[in-house]
Nanobody
């Protein structure tokens, strides 16, 4: 129903920064919790950060203090500011609701955006 398109990934050196953006095709106001997820090769998809409709945030311990999630309900966007990046942050990053829709539902997940942290 609401399609999400991630962008902003790329290759960055350790210690660098990236800002990921998630653009929704429709309103995200009705979605209580938006989130960023990531999945590294051979790993399960993990929850990175969440932000509620009102702006409350929560983070995985691995990114706490380095990443900042935000949302603009008026613009239907969600952002993830990533600082002090580490090689362990290398993954495909996705935005979605939390909890996400069923995997079988069409358009449940977007293409994601690749983040590679390497020297």
């Amino acid at each position: 129903q609401v399609q999400l398109v991630e962008s902003g990934g790329g290759l960055v050196q350790p210690g660098g920064s990236l800002r990921l953006s998630c653009a929704a095709s429709g309103s995200i106001f009705s979605i209580n919790v938006m989130a960023w997820y990531r999945q590294a090769p051979g790993k399960v998809r993990e929850l990175v950060a969440t932000v509620t409709r009102g702006g409350s945030t929560n983070y995985a311990d691995s990114v706490k203090g380095r990443f900042t999630i935000s949302r603009d309900n008026a613009k239907n966007t969600v952002a993830l500011q990533m600082n002090s990046l580490k090689p362990e942050d290398t993954a495909v990053y996705y935005c979605n609701s939390e909890p996400p829709p069923p995997q079988w539902r069409f358009g449940a997940w977007g293409q994601g955006t690749q983040v590679t942290v390497s020297s």
